[in-house]
């Protein structure tokens, strides 16, 4: 009998365990983006972040449709707050950052052929991220 209520005890820590991790991990993925253009670099915090530098980046454009998504190959998809990596139908695999699905958008083509597509929660703060990325961009071309 003790046996059985030891396991039970386990059973139950183990369980608070994983459900904690999972809360940590929604939480993480819920409210830990950040995206900046800083002065050499795109810098994309939180889940699944990266540093593209200005002279990685072949193309910027804003689009007001969301490119479609097919399926997520790596990441976090919560309603509209899509992070990771997904495959899209326009761009093939991309790196996602969307925290919104109401638009605008802005899609970054690497020169390695890579695709990252972003906005952020309030559709004017991803607009003045745009001008900032594309003018920030152009002062780094040669």
Sequence with gaps: MKDSKSRSNVKNIL????LAAVAVLLAW??????ITAEDNAVKITGFSGQKVEYSEI?????H???????SKT??????AKKLGTFKTEEYGTAHVYLQNSGGPFIVIGK???????????DSSETMALYDEIVEKYEGARP
């Design 15 to 18: 369980t608070i365990v994983v």
């Design 29 to 34: 993925g819920w409210f830990g983006t950040s």
């Design 58 to 62: 072949l193309t910027v454009e804003l």
């Design 64 to 70: 007001d449709i969301q490119p479609i998504i097919m």
């Design 74 to 79: 790596v990441g976090f998809s919560v309603g």
């Design 111 to 121: 020169t390695d052929g890579k695709w990252i597509i972003l906005n952020t929660v």
